[in-house]
Nanobody
Framework: QVQLVESGGGLVQAGGSLRLSCAAS????????MGWFRQAPGKEREFVAT????????YYTNSVKGRFTISRDNAKNTVYLQMNSLKPEDTAVYYC???????????????WGQGTQVTVSS
């Protein structure tokens, strides 16, 4: 029933920008909080940002505050992650996730996309 498909990843120079998209096949998209996580090789998957389904409240990990913006378009069943001022440390596979609960912890999310690679060169 639920499918999440990320797109928009790629290779960029440090200081550049990317906009990730996640198309969600969810019956009641607005009921779900949507999140972005990332995972670099050899590291745990970490929280990046989330946006609530009802209020649109957003939360970010400290390392991306002021650089990344999460947003959603409920009419399109899509969540976005605008990434500006990218740093090499942002290099990771970025995953879209959906949850009926609002939170920053990986185990709270019920559905996950396949991920999209973001590589930031020096």
């Amino acid at each position: 029933q639920v499918q999440l498909v990320e797109s928009g990843g790629g290779l960029v120079q440090a200081g550049g920008s990317l906009r990730l998209s996640c198309a969600a096949s969810i019956r009641t998209f607005s009921s779900y909080a949507m999140g972005w996580f990332r995972q670099a090789p050899g590291k745990e998957r970490e929280f990046v940002a989330t946006i609530s389904g009802s209020s649109g409240d957003t939360y970010y990990t400290n390392s991306v505050k002021g650089r990344f913006t999460i947003s959603r378009d409920n009419a399109k069943n899509t969540v976005y992650l605008q990434m500006n001022s990218l740093k090499p440390e942002d290099t990771a596979v970025y995953y879209c996730a959906a949850s009926l609960r609002v939170g920053t912890f990986r185990d709270m999310y019920d559905y996950w996309g396949q991920g999209t690679q973001v590589t930031v060169s020096s």
